[in-house]
């Protein structure tokens, strides 16, 4: 069964582990936005659990096992406390952070796209839902915080390609029926090295041609 | 069965009540936000059945309760059409929706965790849901609105709490199997004056500690 | 059967045209916001997709019609790309855009009404999601891009009365059982034609009575 990679206490302990620096970011940004503590709670628990609960309702897996196990639920806990009474030195890791970050973004691509398979979709799909899986807690985060997604900013660096990297992969390993432990355990790793390097070396990705003659003017005042 | 706390026409009138005074509030603030009258309509709609419907999803409910019964659909056109014509006599009357507003959070807190619990949830995931179930409605308002959400707003009295309240004396009920009429409604009042004297004292949430360090210029710019 | 409408093949191809020229409506204002290509293809895929798959999610035909139909996805790539490449030409085309945008909310309120009734909802329940279904997409794209929905703003030409026009119309032919390819295309052209009006008649939606005493001195600021 494709669903089953690693051992299952090893799957979940890394579910675990990008749910809760998933939960990180979001209580990070509560508090730059002036949140109060249940802000801090909201925006940990939906960026962490926000792109599981979407793919589990879209392939019908329902209950979403984010309601079903309660470690899903309790982890953003832990990780709004910590930011709540340690924030100034979560920051000063800031740069952890974001390391872990692409652990979980590469993890939760490859689980996305292998449950949706699982459940009958096909590769393509399977592919796109494991993608919105990986980013869609981040979208939700920035919508519920009223800011414009991340994911879509051209002001930010490459984050969709390293989760479409690593999705891609995974359907091509489906295709060719060699998915393992070993070549899934390859895709994490390649979707979260290409997601350190896009940070590295401020990778960004275009926005649409001919743009700047139209808005040269704006931008002058804008940048 | 739990679901049947009250007798059904009881039951149904009191979800009737808070429909209708949660989407007086979304019709409120589609007024106070210069909307034409569909956006008077699409908010009092979403925050009166967001989150019965984001929980009906959740649990697999489907279609939500919020379509197939007509008088959940119809009920927050009557409170549009009433907020639309009346709106300064309801502005006016702005403690009332603030009193009956409590009382919706206090029976959907409630209502929303027996449905969760009796669709094979556990305790907590349930409290969980209940929770979102009274609060849902409102942050989906606030984001289509453009705002951020009030639940999540450190300077806005508390509105979690009262709903946490009552969403964990219901799952300690039914933990100790003395969920019944009289119990399930004392939690409905203990969140209800939970929330009354949450306005009337002005309670509110704390920010994450230390903050005020970091951002003291910020803020003195801002306040 | 209701929802076979029209053969498969044309239904499909109805079904294909809404989703592309909602992806291009999409896509303009990722570019207009300044987004980067994952943007561009992000807000593409919600605006033509977004509420379909609401729709699919409340009658519980999951996985959404989306995620088991490779056009479906695909479509909104190809609008996407075209915009990233032709930006100004297709700006240029403007009226065509909106023009293609009317005719997907006649088909879409259309189709939506009938595969609402025909998983068993209600007459106007039916109706309604419909509606949701025409106009859900819209507003997605407007909350990710982080403005309040055109669908709600006072400013903006009327979006849902002719969405709902359309869906009553199919309600109506349901319940008087005559709903065939003549009459639900009767339908989708009516929707179409009065949207055409609204767009070149500027027919507004009033705001709430007596809000002008209230709010004269902000406009004043305002406008």
């Not at 970050?101 to 979709?121: E, H, M, P, R, W």
């Not at 991340?150 to 891609?168: E, F, I, K, N």
């Amino acid at each position: 069964m494709v669903h089953d990679l690693f051992t299952p206490s090893i799957q979940h302990t890394l579910d675990l582990v990008g749910i809760f620096v998933f939960a990180i970011s979001g209580s990070l940004l509560a508090v730059r936005k002036n949140l109060d503590v249940f802000g801090i709670v909201v925006l940990a628990e939906a960026t962490a659990l926000g792109g599981g609960i979407l793919r589990d309702i879209v392939i019908g897996a329902v209950p979403p096992a984010a309601f079903t196990d309660l470690g899903y639920f309790l982890t953003p806990l832990i990780a709004a406390v910590l930011v709540f009474f340690l924030h100034p030195q979560v920051e000063r890791i800031n740069w952890a952070v974001n390391v872990f970050d692409a652990a979980g973004l590469g993890l939760f691509c490859v689980t996305g796209t292998t449950k949706a398979y699982s459940y009958g979709l096909g590769l393509t799909s399977s592919a796109a839902l494991g993608v919105a899986t990986a980013v869609g807690g981040g979208v939700l985060r920035d919508v519920i915080a009223n800011e414009v997604p991340s994911l879509v900013r051209w002001d930010r660096d490459l984050y969709a390609v390293p989760a479409m990297a690593g999705a891609t992969l995974v359907a091509l390993c489906i295709r060719f029926s060699t998915l393992n432990a070993v070549t899934s355990g390859t895709a994490v790793v390649a979707a979260f090295v290409l997601r350190l390097l896009a940070m590295h070396f401020h990778w960004r990705a275009p926005r649409s041609w001919n743009r700047r003659t139209a808005t040269v003017e704006v931008e002058q005042h804008v940048e």
